[in-house]
């Protein structure tokens, strides 16, 4: 689901843009499951790896902090 919907939004928001998901469902349908809130459990771990149970906003954060890595990395080699 992330690769399909995310990186259309996180290149728009770093370029200055609003981006909104919105998960809308039935009560018990995974919504808050899907977004990310797991965490918070056991899985969570101090590497700040990834795991398969994430959620979109955990992803999403991890994509715009490397992104952001990226581009400041390339900003310095451009000053070179």
Not at 21 to 34: F, I, M, P
Not at 42 to 65: E, H, T
Request: proline share 4%; aromatic share 10%; glycine share 8%.
């Amino acid at each position: 689901l992330y690769n399909n919907v995310a990186p259309p939004l996180l290149s728009a928001f770093l370029n200055g843009f609003n981006a909104t998901v919105l998960a809308y469902g039935q009560t018990g349908s995974g919504k808050t499951y899907t977004m990310g809130s797991e965490a918070h459990t056991a899985n969570w771990r101090d590497d700040n790896v990834l795991n398969d149970n994430d959620g979109l906003i955990p992803r999403f954060i991890s994509g715009m902090f490397q992104s952001l890595i990226q581009r400041r990395e390339e900003a310095e080699k451009a000053l070179l």
